[in-house]
């Protein structure tokens, strides 16, 4: 082998390894301390300097992209090399075609993130057009007057490699384009993580029917957090209109979370329709009405929020408790209760619920109690139960 050669196979394998460094850490600064090595280090490690590209100023992103065009001049092309886009803020002000022009130097991104900016249709389709074959997580904020809401909502259908995908809808205009006969559906054959979330007074019925005639053949977890759903649709209930997308993906869920205040009867109307779900979680606010009552049997983990605060949502969570410590539970998979406190300057802990609250204490370890003989374990924000605790390890002798 000459010189040159091994040369070149010595450079491969230190930019693997170098690749493998800024990967672990997620973190493009980590490479400086390499570079700083020798000339030679320095020359293979800069490029990874773009490898998580993240933004938070609009100045930040103009150096970066006159950075590219330099480069770009020199016959360099180090954006080849990103992997991660990230907008970390909300912008004042629509992008400039700067940034639009930035992604033709990024062909090879995986994740897209700008959850708190305005992307418009002309970005998304840019960014599709670049990026479409090779994104595997998008997370986007769509809506605003005059953005043409329906176009972005269909323009996510072009991310065909999408494992995983976050969308927050607000300020909606008119979605009547999802409801033509040819509209397209997506097709996301790859899709294994849903979030969605709304705050919009529109209806988001015309969303979700959208998404209801779409392909999602690996999806397996759906997050749902919906503060507002919108007006319901004539003669319904609010969750009324999560039936369609839920007729189409619920059969495939191992996970599905929910928080959504004016969907009162989710439980009757949705946990039916998954017959694979394995973790429930419902974090936030007051539960569904008939919890336990339409708790799917396969349910292994159920999570509920639980703010020490808040007395009518811990009345709820009480009510839930006392369901299932006291009834006979059939062909039921319950193994955990997950108590997870939305406020993590008031965590609930078993160490510290005594001192905070007495008696929701004794009914809390009551119920806890119960339901461990019946093979179910009442668990606080850091995974503890009753049994771990100093005083209780003869729990299920």
């Keep these: 082998m000459s010189s040159s050669t091994c040369k070149g196979v010595t450079e491969d394998i230190l930019r693997?390894?170098?690749?493998?460094?800024?990967?672990e850490?997620?973190?493009?600064?980590?490479?400086?301390?390499?570079?700083?090595?020798?000339?030679?280090?320095?020359?293979?490690a800069e490029p990874l300097l773009y490898r998580y590209l993240h933004f938070n100023s609009i100045s930040s992103l103009s150096t970066c992209y006159q950075g590219l065009i330099w480069k770009s001049i020199r016959r360099e092309f180090p954006g080849n090399m990103a992997r991660s886009f990230t907008l970390s803020r909300a912008w004042a002000k629509d992008l400039t075609v700067g940034f639009d022009r930035i992604l033709h130097y990024t062909p090879n991104l995986t994740v897209f993130e700008a959850p708190k900016t305005r992307l418009g249709c002309h970005t998304l389709e840019m960014l599709a057009q670049v990026a479409g074959p090779s994104l595997r997580k998008l997370d986007?904020?769509?809506?605003?007057?005059?953005?043409?809401?329906?176009l972005q909502i269909a323009l996510l259908g072009r991310f065909s490699a999408l494992e995983s995908l976050f969308v927050e809808v607000s300020g909606l205009d008119d979605l009547s384009a999802l409801s033509e006969p040819d509209?397209?559906?997506?097709?996301?054959?790859?899709l294994d993580e849903l979030f969605l979330r709304g705050f919009t007074k529109e209806p988001l019925s015309a969303f979700f029917q959208f998404l209801s005639i779409g392909r999602f053949p690996v999806l397996d977890t759906l997050i749902l957090d919906l503060p507002l759903l919108g007006l319901a649709p004539a003669g319904s209930t609010p969750a009324?209109?999560?039936?369609?997308?839920?007729?189409?993906?619920?059969?495939?869920?191992?996970?599905?979370?929910?928080h959504?205040?004016?969907a009162h009867d989710a439980a009757g109307l949705l946990f039916p329709l998954m017959t694979q779900v394995s973790s429930l979680r419902i974090p936030l606010g007051k539960l569904p009405q008939d919890v336990?009552?339409?708790?799917?049997p396969t349910v292994e983990m159920l999570l509920l929020g639980m703010d020490l605060d808040r007395e009518e949502g811990l009345r709820t969570v009480m009510s839930c408790l006392d369901q299932l410590s006291s009834k006979e539970l059939q062909d039921h998979s319950l193994t955990s209760i997950n108590l997870k406190s939305p406020d993590v300057s008031a965590l609930f802990h078993w160490s510290t619920i005594g001192a905070r609250n007495a008696a929701l204490a004794g009914r809390l370890m009551t119920y806890s109690l119960q339901l461990a003989a019946k093979g179910i374990r009442l668990q606080d924000d850091s995974g503890m139960w009753v049994k771990q605790m100093e005083g209780f390890q003869d729990v299920d002798r």
């Design 292 to 296: 336990v009552k339409f708790l799917p």
């Design 16 to 23: 693997c390894i170098f690749e493998d460094i800024v990967d």
């Design 260 to 262: 959504s205040p004016e």
């Design 240 to 258: 009324a209109s999560l039936i369609p997308l839920l007729k189409n993906v619920g059969s495939n869920l191992s996970v599905f979370t929910l």
């Design 25 to 44: 850490a997620r973190v493009s600064s980590s490479v400086l301390s390499l570079m700083c090595v020798c000339k030679e280090w320095r020359a293979l």
């Design 183 to 190: 509209a397209p559906g997506f097709d996301l054959p790859f």
């Design 140 to 150: 986007v904020l769509l809506g605003g007057v005059g953005k043409h809401a329906a």
